[in-house]
Nanobody, 128 residues
Framework: QVQLVESGGGLVQAGGSLNISCVFSERALGRYTMAWFRQAPGKEREFVAAFRWNGGPTYYADSVKGRFTVSREKDKSTGYLLMNSLKSEDTAVYYC?????????????????????WGQGTQVTVSS
């Protein structure tokens, strides 16, 4: 059974940094894409970043571009979201998600549709 487990959330002051991770149980990573989403209280879930495990660029939401960076360690099946210059509006539950890579990825990566597997989420709270 495919599983995703996030960790690393917490409380941080505005302007600070946090690095959250997502361990993917799948070993045949080349077939998959991975993404980060977040959901703030009372708001809809929104796209943060996405990438293909077999290479290529990482795509970011405009609201985090230049502040957040995705990295990955294939030998550990782990993806990371390094969040710098955090703002109070970044407060949310952050989820990682994964799905099989398809030809529609570039058209759909910002939506939840390409991702069949989701982690439990990790809370990130930014105090102002």
């Amino acid at each position: 059974q495919v599983q995703l487990v996030e960790s690393g959330g917490g409380l941080v002051q505005a302007g600070g940094s946090l690095n959250i991770s997502c361990v993917f149980s799948e070993r045949a990573l080349g077939r998959y894409t991975m993404a980060w989403f977040r959901q703030a209280p009372g708001k809809e879930r929104e796209f943060v970043a996405a990438f293909r495990w077999n290479g290529g660029p990482t795509y970011y939401a405009d609201s985090v571009k230049g502040r957040f960076t995705v990295s990955r360690e294939k030998d550990k099946s782990t993806g990371y979201l390094l969040m710098n210059s955090l703002k109070s509006e970044d407060t949310a539950v952050y989820y990682c998600a994964a799905g099989l890579a398809t030809a529609d990825f570039l058209r759909m990566y910002k939506s939840s549709r390409p991702y069949d597997h989701w982690g439990q989420g990790t809370q990130v709270t930014v105090s102002s």
